[in-house]
């Protein structure tokens, strides 16, 4: 069975720097996108961004270009998000999730547990 | 940025059709997806390519889509299925960017 496993939560305070990760098993990693979804307290779905392990290839929503980082490191089915200077407004939690065919963009079937960041003073 | 639209709240009783649309200006040339999210969980899909149903979900859930407007459609409502409900498509700029509606809160009682 696909599974997208998440890190733990995150409590840190504005400015510091932070990457979570998502580790994949059960499927071949490099053949398949994997992408990042924000939900802020209370709030929606947002699409933040996709990577394909197998390249690197990397696609960014215009209201995440430049905020994020996106990677994945193939030799260890792992995809990160990582912020380098956090804000209050960054506090959400962090979704990532898999197409259901291998080279398709989306949607996403798979998805993670999901990471509870919080950022606060 | 492009953007779809979602009605913030439905309201039926069990039983009756709820109806939830999605409007947005790349629907004509894009498919829409549609998820359901209950309170604490990741979000699941239950319509894929404007109007397919994946495995496993009920046939009360139909999808449809006519020019710039999708809708998803559950005939008979149950109060299972109050949750948040969101559409997805991607824009049609070429680079693939997806995007989520505002999403809508469908409450049956």
């Known amino acids: 069975e696909v599974q997208l496993m998440q890190s733990g939560a995150e409590v840190k305070k504005p400015g510091e720097s932070l990457k979570i990760s998502c580790k994949g098993s059960?499927?071949?990693?490099?053949?398949?996108?994997i992408g990042w979804v924000r939900q802020m307290p209370g709030k929606g779905l947002e699409w933040m961004g996709i990577?394909?392990?197998?390249?690197?290839?990397?696609r960014y929503s215009p209201s995440f270009q430049g905020q994020v980082t996106i990677s994945a490191d193939k030799s260890i089915s792992t995809a990160y998000l990582q912020w380098s200077s956090l804000k209050a407004s960054d506090t959400a939690m962090y979704y990532c999730?898999?197409?259901?065919?291998?080279?398709?963009?989306?949607?996403?079937?798979?998805w993670g547990q999901g990471t509870l960041v919080t950022v606060s003073s | 940025s492009y953007e779809l639209t979602q009605p913030p709240s439905v309201s039926v009783s069990p039983g009756q059709t709820a109806r939830i649309t999605c409007s947005g200006d790349?629907?004509?040339?894009?498919?829409a997806y549609w998820y359901q999210q209950k309170s604490g969980q990741a979000p699941v899909l239950v319509i894929y390519?404007?109007?397919k149903r994946p495995s496993g979900i009920p046939e009360r859930f139909s999808g449809s889509s006519s020019g710039t407007m999708a809708t998803l459609t559950i005939s008979g409502a149950q109060v299972e299925d109050e949750a948040d409900y969101y559409c997805?498509?991607?824009?049609?700029?070429?680079?693939?960017?997806?995007?989520f509606g505002g999403g809508t809160k469908l409450t049956v009682l």
């Open positions: 999730a898999r197409p259901g065919v291998p080279g398709d963009m989306g949607p996403f079937d798979y």
């Open positions: 059960e499927y071949n990693f490099t053949n398949y996108w």
């Open positions: 990577i394909y392990p197998g390249n690197s290839d990397t």
């Open positions: 790349a629907l004509p040339k894009k498919y």
């Open positions: 390519e404007d109007s």
């Open positions: 997805y498509s991607t824009d049609s700029s070429g680079i693939h960017r997806g995007v």
